[in-house]
């Protein structure tokens, strides 16, 4: 993976979730590992490989249902104490004989179905069969424990602590029926205690009864004693006991030993089954979502046909993109919550899931191409409510990205140039999107300006596509058609309420050629405007109140401040007051049009919160009354 294409891109692109959703369909911790260092190659052999090694997982997964990767539960532990010199306990050893036996029918597995997938066979022919190590576990362990066969001496030693512990239990149960003894008797029964062959005596007879008390009861009523007549066959088993644990310590310390001299292999094994593991849970991934592999190319030539994102659950509309042909920069245009973001989002994590070998649900006919960075800028990286900060980390992002990106560069940018002046933001964006086309990158890039969309029709390696909308209900398709640009929602909805179609018909006409009518009419309405249209070397002076707008926009703003001696003012724009030079801005109406004599122009700028709490306030409402106490008492 190239250090370019960093967390910030996975973690904007989703990535890591995808990668867990595939993780989830592995059944070892061996599997889980390795997916989960797994990250997008931007080596076409290698991707070209993956995506091969999944295609025959998938095939032998649909020939044959299920794969048999098995007894892969803790051989990780266990293999870590064989290489710490631990003889390893006879379950450990039965998870080893487990593993090795679950290794060996995958192999066998792999070579009878080689026609589904001749590569991951191929695998196979590096993973060593050692049966006779799992000869020696199977005849030694039995039910977890070290079975009596598993060596002559130790049938012995056993043998004869039966014979032993029968001798034991005979003399005890003449003590227990014997007539003299039955006063001295708490119970009739024979226990086992701290390894001792014992018979429950009452308290009060302890020193009646010849032998050794034992342990006694909570409550101090019995005593539980080894009498003497058993003593000499108890220091006996005692001895075989011994002997037991050596000759068992010596069994499992021999099949460690095997287990030791063939480790090498073993991890050998565990890497293949680690391998298989990954590369089946693409399989069964891609079998979930029905998913294919397209073509690859390393040339900048992506076209995604019907392609959806892998995240979104329900109804997903499909994805159809080129890009890399007959263009390397795309500017998408359409309305506000229209699909715009998540055609950027699919086109990267289609990317990535490619680059990392999995299959995507998309037409057999999509070709992807990999890259060596991919870089996006989508979303806020700080809050809305500072605009200036959101627009400084976008730039800051966006130089960081031109400092590192090269002709091998997938660029996916969301609303680039917003959250400033948009007459400066397209100017700024437009620059940005030509400096990456010179530097060679591939570029995808959403907007709502204009300018970047006009600039867009007219470079010759640009092509716009628009996100389409319902005319009818006025809501978004989340569909993108290339080589046209977005319809005028707005003239749309003008339309649909019944604004005077001479208007409409005037404004497309503005939006296309910004060929306004500037033609002076004599009436006594405009009469007071006419310093402003007489002349164009007259000069203005902008009044308090005055409705203007912007050179290059389509904005209107209302003038806060009247113009300095530089012809720099303020004016209210957006719900904020900012400060432009006259002539960046020109008359839309004069003050005295718009406003009745004696209108205070100043509650133009209170705000609505002030304004509805004065009007409440009159009204004698409790609410109102109750909010000011509150704040007297804050400042009290």
Known sequence: MNKHMNEKTFEKLEYNKLRDKVTSFCVSDM???LMEQLKPSSNVGVVKNRLKETTEAREILDARGQVPIMG???VVSAMLQVEKGIVLEPAVLMELYEFLRGCRKMKHFMLENAFYGPTLAAYSSGMTELVHVEDEIFQAIKNNQVDSSASKTLKNIRQRKDEVENKIQEKLQRFLKHPANKTYLQDTYISEKNGHHTVPIKASYKNQVPGVVIEVSAKGSTVFVEPHTVAKLQGELANLQVEETMEV???LAALTGSIHEHIHSIRVN???IAQYDMIFAKGKYSRSIDGIAPKVNEHSYTHIVQGKHPLLVGEVIPLDFEIGKDYRSLIITGPNAGGKTLVLKTIGILTLAIMSGFHIEADVNSEISIFDKIFVDLGDDQSLENALSTFSSHMKNIADIMKNADK???????EIGS???PNEGAGLAIAILEQFYQMGCITVATTHYGEIKHYGENHPDFVNAAMLFDHKTLTPLYKMVIGKSGVSNALWIAEKMQLPERVRIKAEKYMNHKAYNYQYLESKKVRQAKVVYRKATDKYQYQVGDRVKFAMSDQFGIVYREEDK???????VDGEIKEFHNKRISLELPATELYPAGYDISTLFTAFSERKLEHDIKRGSKKALKKI????????
């Open 31 to 33: 599997g889980r590992n």
């Open 72 to 74: 892969v539960q803790g």
């Open 249 to 251: 310590y010596q069994i």
């Open 270 to 272: 565990m890497e293949l």
């Open 408 to 414: 091998s560069t997938l660029l996916l940018f969301d």
């Open 419 to 421: 959250g400033t002046e």
């Open 566 to 572: 530089h012809g720099n003012l303020l004016v209210f």
């Open 629 to 636: 106490q509150k704040e007297m008492h804050t400042r009290h």
